[in-house]
């Protein structure tokens, strides 16, 4: 079953050095998107209520993106499995919005886009935004 990309983005009031810490780190990520997260060369492991994930980093760029890929799926050619995590800076406001690219089946997209809402507003409770 093919997955759907979509998109959301939020708007976090967080300087774009600070969130891209808790973006792209171990101790970040673990703030807000995952219990705990461990990291060995490129493959970050992200542990939640009893069960681990890996995901490889795939590319960043600092104060601007992560891309991640699971490795679960890795196996999978068609690379609809990786999450990305995008701060933009609007160019007249200076707003930071936080722009979240991941995939899902069809039926779960809702379910997908839920959860995010759900790490993000974690994520601007740690940001204090």
Known sequence: MDKIKFEREYLVNA???ILYNCLSTPSGL???FA????IRKDVYTFFWDG????ARLLTKK????VKFKWLESE????????FEMRIKIDALTGETALIVTD???EDEVEEAELLWDSQIDKLKRVLGS
């Open 103 to 105: 995939f899902a089946e």
């Open 35 to 38: 219990d705990d997260v461990n």
């Open 15 to 17: 300087s774009k050095g």
């Open 75 to 82: 196996e999978d050619e068609d690379d609809k499995s990786f």
């Open 51 to 54: 069960s681990e994930e890996d």
């Open 30 to 32: 673990s703030e807000w």
């Open 62 to 65: 600092r104060d601007e993106y």
